[in-house]
């Protein structure tokens, strides 16, 4: 009996668990909204008191403001700042951020608004997580990539010196506020950055809404009010269907990483400092619709419309890495399946292409290096 357990006698006790909460929430999207922001997080109610925690330029900006607007209604709101960029999304600033909530005295009924860039809001939401194990909070994304995916769909979490967003959780926010305003402080680059997700979300679901943005890019680019809450509203109903479908990822919402497979290769040749993280997927979406086109899934029209959308962005891609080494760091990457790559690749603009009902395909690496060459 060495090593086998004898379940000949035993008893059994079911913990039941298949009810759900419904965890739905709103998305508000106006461009006005930031005056008024603190009184609309308060009517709802979301917590008895908050606790603003965003970086330092982003704190400067708006969460001074906002700490303000609460001070002004009389209630009781703190601010956590971390220093601003990417180096700061770790497990060490995220125990920093957690032992000051701990200090200030924040409780189960306290409520998070994670305010920021994609860094703020997966550092932000991934304390709300684990502080107390998981309170509310709502989300305030000052970014176009963060109202354009990281915003959305509840994905928190730091990066492990083994890779990015290596460790998190899935906390979906109680509300989720897109002031576009804040989007006139930001960077021409950063708006590309932002567009890439935008670009990805129309070629994979929607292909109305890739003509809309190759129509009125310079009206998108010039944040023409009317033209940038539509954009940012179709994005958010594209991005939320996909999440309410597959909130954790199993199938569906890998269709998200349409240009990522090469997308965080390039990154990572890059040492994430050449290339932004939109600009490696612009790259991995003009190469990942070539490899589509090389398995004659996707008409050479489409993958020369996409290519051309984005190059109009003014984002890059041409793939400057060769294709071995280009494939060596995507078989790094913690979303390759046991040394084995897989792609989401979309069969026409608007329209996914599956295998077996399957949205991530294998590809076979020769395939993929001829048409890797092909794009440098
Ligand atoms: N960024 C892809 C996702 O949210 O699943």
């Known amino acids: 009996m060495n090593g086998i357990i004898d379940f000949n006698y035993f008893e059994k006790v079911r913990v039941k668990l298949s009810t759900r909460a419904d965890n739905s929430y709103n998305i508000i999207i106006a461009k006005n909204l930031f005056p008024a922001l603190a009184r609309s997080i308060s009517r709802d109610n979301f917590g008895s008191r908050y606790c603003i925690i965003t970086d330092s330029n982003v704190a400067k900006i708006f969460g001074n403001r906002l ?12 601010l956590i700042s971390f220093p601003a960029g990417e180096k700061s999304k770790n497990l060490k600033t995220a125990g920093k951020i957690l032992e000051k909530m701990a200090s200030i005295g924040l409780d189960r009924k306290s409520c998070v608004i994670a305010l920021g860039g994609g860094v703020a809001g997966d550092i932000a939401g991934f304390a709300a997580a684990i502080y107390l194990r998981g309170i509310n909070f709502v989300q305030v994304p000052t970014t176009l990539l ?14 492990l010196g ?42 994979i679901f929607d292909r109305d809404f890739f003509g809309f943005i190759e129509q009125n890019l310079e009206r998108v680019m010039s944040l023409e009010d009317g033209i940038i809450v539509k954009l940012v509203k179709r994005n958010c109903e594209l991005k939320s269907k996909v999440v309410e479908m597959d909130e954790k990822e199993s199938n569906l919402r890998k269709a998200l990483n349409f240009g990522h497979t090469i ?24 190469c990942e619709a070539q490899i589509a086109r090389g398995i004659g899934i996707m008409p050479e029209r489409d993958a020369g419309r996409i290519r051309a959308l984005l190059q ?3 984002l890059p891609v041409r ?35 599956t295998e077996g009902g399957k949205f991530a395909v294998h590809v076979d690496d020769g395939i993929v290096k001829k048409v890797l060459e092909g794009c440098r």
Do not use: W
Request: glycine letters at 14%; hydrophobic letters at 35%; one cysteine or more.
């Open 319 to 353: 793939l400057e890495y060769g294709a071995q080494e280009t494939l060596e760091a995507a078989r790094s990457d913690k979303k390759a399946d046991g040394g084995k790559l897989h792609y989401a690749l979309a069969k026409s603009i608007g329209r996914m292409h």
């Open 146 to 159: 963060a109202m354009a995916d990281s915003g959305i769909g509840g994905k928190t979490g730091v990066n």
């Open 67 to 78: 700490l303000k607007q609460f001070n002004g209604l009389g209630i009781k709101c703190d």
């Open 263 to 286: 997308g965080h290769a390039v990154e990572a040749l890059g040492n994430y400092k050449k290339y932004s993280h939109g600009q490696a997927v612009s790259i991995g979406m003009a």
């Open 162 to 203: 083994a890779g990015k967003n290596l460790c998190g959780s899935f906390h979906q926010p109680k509300k989720v506020y897109m002031c576009t305003e804040a989007l006139s402080t930001l960077q021409k680059r950063e708006m590309r950055n932002g567009l890439a997700e935008v670009v990805k979300h129309a070629v």
């Open 312 to 314: 109009k962005i003014g």
